[in-house]
Structure formats: structure tokens, C-alpha cells
């Protein structure tokens, strides 16, 4: 069975993001709401062949009270294995396991792996089978409409998967080719749905809080999975869980959004000592602040946490004194 806590009145979840949803990220997130949170894809040959840094990717930060691990390959006996080491090593902690049927890059689908099992159903069906058969934990998949234009497999993989013992199935609105251009098409959540007694959670496109809601009322889904949204805003959930109570979320101030960045690199850096991503996640947070583009151009030159927090001091001020100017 899905997490029942997952399916609340705020069914607002993390997407699991390869090079993203890293321990640090992740805690942000569930701090601002998210009611569970995946990590990135983990590869099931990588587990095979014990890659601490692939090992890494499965295992828990000490803070995080529960974690969703998403795997990929196209070996069910690896899946199988993975499913077994990562409840060993995670325990309790872990809520549930999903398999990737979705992801689109090139490298992934070449061989054979993520949205490619999309038009191999009796592979994935067998990959499904091999999991349930030693999980003790939920076993998830997420999938796309299809892999190209003009096909639509998502419902009938859902079906043929349930049977197999899937205990939901995420749905992102976009077929593999198209990668994330175009607008996702949300009524696949709703043909899915038709054909499955599971919980539907539903992707794509999933930008604001009021997105995020608007699938929730308009859809079939059960849940709502958020990716490229939490982008510098890991306050989305919060914030559609607000909207979704028919409350206004709370306003946030260039100040406050400077003081989560702090907690951010923080995390980063507890958990990645050499800051590799904090680059990339602090520009996020700049969105929207005077002189955003100098300041980003800035931050390719930190190396490391102090760098970041001596930028940070100077983005302050030029805030503090922005407001100072304004007219009143």
C-alpha cells in the first residue's frame, strides 16, 4: 500500500531529480512541507557492483526520517538485489521504492533502461514482479504518456503493472521524445486513472504552488510530484499545502530567501564537503534579486562554503540598501 500519510489533504511530494534531490536538498524540502521525498536515480548495476558513490545515493542524511529511493536499470534480477540491499542498509526508514520507467536522456534509454521499458511491458512487468517478490515496502514505478508522438502506452503499462503488484504509478504528461518541451498534457493522469484502483500521482509542469493545486482539483491524481518547481523555492509545498486549505500563502521577502540559501549551503555543506552543486542551487535562489545576473556571474567563483557566505554578506547589503532607496 501507497504511504498513507503521502495522500493526505497536502499530497505534495519531491520528484526524485538525478544530479538534484541529494540529502541536502531533500531535507530542505520535507522542512518546507514535502510529505515524502525521493532520492536521485540510483542505478541497480551500480549497487551490483557496490559503487560506494551509487550506494551513497540510496542511503539516508540522519536527519531525513524517511526516504523514497528510486532505482533504474533493466535487469530484474538486479532490481531484485537492489531491493534487498537498500532495506538492509536503510531499514525503517525507507518508505518505498520506485522503479524509473520515465527519464528520457539518451544514455539512460540507449540501454534499454527508463522511458525505453515503456515499449518493453513484459520486461517492465517482469522488473516489477522481481521487487514486489522480496519488498517490504511499497513498490512504485513512474512512467510517461509514451516514448513518442501519437503513442499513448501509459495506461495499459499502469494496468498490466498493477497486476504485477505496483502499489502506484507516477504520470508525467510528456512523451520521452519530447523531453520537457511543450506543455505536459494532464489528461494522461486522468486516462490512467480509469484503468487502475492504485493511487495516481501526477508530473509535469508542476512550476508554482497554484499549479500544483490546480492538478490536485482538476485531475484524476492522487498526489502531486514536483520537480524543476522547488527550484530555489523548496517552499512550494508549504505553500500549495496553504492554497489547498484555502489559506494565502506566506509572503516571502528577498531577506528571507537569502537566509534559506544560508540553510541550504549549510546542508551542502555537511553533507558534500566539496560544495560541487552549490553553484547551480544558490543561482536558483537569486532569482528575482537586484543585480541577479552580476551576482551569478559572481558565484562560479566560490570554491567553498565561506566564499558563498562572504558573496551572500555582500547580496545583503545590496538589498538592505535597495530598500533603503525605495520611496515610501
Known sequence: MFPPSALGEAPFLLAPMAGVTDAAYRIMCRRHGAVLAYSEMVSVAGLAFASARTIELAEPHAEEPQ???QLFGSKPAQFAAAVEMIQQRVGERLSLVDINMACPVRKVVSKGEGAALMDKPDLAARIVRACVSVARVPVTAKIRIGTRSGTRTAPELARRLEQEGLAAVAVHGRTAAQL???????SIIDEVA???????????????????????????????MIARGSYGEPWIFEDAASIARGNAPRPRSRLSRLAALREHLALARDHAPHMSRARTFSAWYLKGMPNAAA?????????????????????ENDVVSEAREEPR
Do not use: H, K, N, Q
Not at 180 to 186: L, N
Not at 295 to 315: K, S, T
Open 67 to 69: 526516504l523514497s529511493v
Open 194 to 224: 480509469c484503468g487502475v484502483t492504485i493511487p495516481v500521482i501526477g508530473s509535469g509542469d508542476v512550476l508554482t504552488a497554484e499549479a500544483a493545486v490546480a492538478m490536485l482539483r482538476d485531475t484524476a491524481a492522487s498526489a502531486v
Open 295 to 315: 551576482w551569478r556571474a559572481r558565484l562560479v567563483r566560490c570554491g567553498d562554503y565561506d566564499a558563498f557566505c562572504a558573496l551572500i554578506d555582500e547580496i
Open 180 to 186: 520537457y518541451r511543450g506543455r505536459a498534457d494532464w
